[in-house]
């Protein structure tokens, strides 16, 4: 199938803006409570919608005391936190612009997207940051105002505007309309300069409207109960923004959790009790290997992998009745699932918090027996696909009729055509406005309506779309094969002792790979075999460990033909990381910086 479209289920605004439903809600049902808001003590406190408006409100008042305009670009750096949302929808109040920045964001990074987007003022979380962003003010003559988090920037505001009247900011809500621009939004810049795109308030309505209307089923964990997710996706990041807006639009009560870590997240996942989350693969990866290293330590490590397999099978059996290509489970099978079911699944659901039944994933590729597993275990996650030139979510997978290892089908409102290379080709409500300042970027990506998305996938006959690749990461080698690497890299990856892969061959005689650790799998793989951790040197070298890479490495070898497998591999020392300039802040490969900075170890891999 070359294009497939699915109609809207929503009427497209004529008016306002973004802000308008934090007015609305709140008139509705001011005692509703709308998010959660971790206090200094890691309590949880809920806010209502009216005590949201009302600080949303005083904020809006604030801002325009200091001088913020109809029209101007606002940075806000900060991690994930309750502010981040306050700040949003008060700058969207007076019809401002915010412009994310992540906290990780280097010196330089920070200048080109704060000169490049004009920004006159910025929030920053705490003191580093804002010594970041003093470092370069001087070449930001535009630049007139700083407030940080931490050290009471909501006082400061809130103070400022209690002179102003609560209709001059009504009044510059009023002048919004859905084509006003919302924010600019910086690409990640995997393969390239990072650009700002401009999404519009008509943007986010379409993609959470219509998101909102298609599964409003899965919000909640059983019928009556009140939705509500915890968000510790970057707010930088456009996935999150999307959840962001959602919540606060389809009344799903939001908590916010600023660490991805396991340690940090895991106690508010069970204080908060989520009925829904959305993530990337990283996070639903980690849990499940959490869950396999306790049954190693606690001497159940075959039950575990018994369970894995039922849970796949059990998922595999469900989605064939779905698509009426089998019966469903078996009386065996059924039974086996149910023992399973509270020996195992049971403990992955309740470390989530125990609510949560349907997850959303997206911005990385899930391998399709993660999602089998997930799936059988209780939990159905629907993956998705989507860029920030989309506003989040282009594709995702149905609820009633889950293809796991696929993206799913277009959103409601969207149409995906696969042009002759290729090419993913999407257009819809959704799709942005253009980069900001950059005529000819814009032209080269957006045609007709339609926006070329750079990656490469095919759709089947149900309309289900499969990602095969990027265009600009296709490896030829010496010898004229083309080679998309990533599916090699996610199969080698998926290996419970690897963190990252990159697979590389452009213009070289065959292809290779370079391979990272996980370390805390592997210090659990070695104290499991009774042996020390050695010095990292003498690690990559262990013939027993790399035994085990090698097996990974066939295993990824079988989904390609022969000249587009990996030959050989290295396992470095240490792993990828954004402080080296080696991975962008959503986690994803920058090849040529890695290819540069490995340049000796990706020589070494072709040395006769």
Known sequence: MREFTVPSLVTAAHV???????????????????????????????????????????????????????????????????????????????????????????????????????????????????????????????????????????????????????????????????????????????????????????????????????????????????????????????????????????????????????AALLPDLLAFRPTFVLAVPYVFEGLFASARRSAELEGKGRPFEKAVEVAVRYAQALEDRAFGTGPGPGTALRVQHQVFDKLVYARIREALGGRVRHAMSGGSAMERQLGLFFAGAGITIFEGYGLTETTGAATANPPERTRFGTVGRPVPGTSVHIGDDGEIWVAGGQVFAGYLGDRRATDAVLRDGWLATGDLGRLDEDGYLTITGRKKEILVTSGGKSVSPQALEERVRSHPLVAQCIVVGNDRPYVAALVTLDQEAVAHWLALRERPVPPPAELVRDPELEAEIRRAVVAANTLVSQAESIRTFRILAGRFTEEQGLLTPTLKLKRKAIEKTYATEVDALYAK
Not at 19 to 42: E, K
Request: overall charge negative; charged content about 25%.
């Open 16 to 262: 306002g803006g973004l802000a308008d439903v934090v007015f609305d809600h709140a008139a509705d049902d001011p005692d509703r409570v709308a998010l959660g808001r971790r206090t200094d003590d890691g309590r949880w406190q809920d806010v209502s919608a009216g005590t949201f408006r009302d600080e949303v409100l005083a904020l809006a008042k604030g801002l325009i005391a200091q001088g913020v305009r109809f029209g101007d670009r606002v940075a806000i750096m900060s991690r994930t936190r309750y502010e981040w949302t306050l700040f949003d929808f008060a700058l969207w109040c007076i019809g401002a612009q915010p412009v994310p920045l992540y906290p990780t964001s280097s010196t330089e990074q920070v200048f080109r997207m704060l000169h490049d987007a004009d920004v006159s003022a910025c929030v920053v979380e705490h003191e580093d940051h804002a010594m970041t962003i003093g470092s370069v003010i001087d070449r930001l003559p535009r630049l007139a105002r700083l407030w940080q988090l931490d050290a009471g920037a909501l006082a400061e505001l809130t103070e400022a505007g209690k002179g102003i009247a609560d209709e001059v900011v009504h009044r510059h809500r009023m002048a919004l309309t859905p084509q006003s621009p919302a924010t600019v939004i910086y690409t990640s810049g995997t393969t390239g300069r990072p650009r700002g795109c401009v999404l519009t308030h008509a943007n986010f309505m379409a993609e959470a409207d219509n998101v909102l209307r298609r599964y409003e089923q899965v919000f909640r964990s059983r019928p009556g109960d009140e939705a509500s997710t915890l968000l510790f996706l970057p707010l930088a990041h456009v996935f999150g923004r999307m959840v962001q807006v959602a919540a606060v639009r389809g009344r799903v009560k939001l908590g916010h959790q600023p660490q991805l870590s396991a």
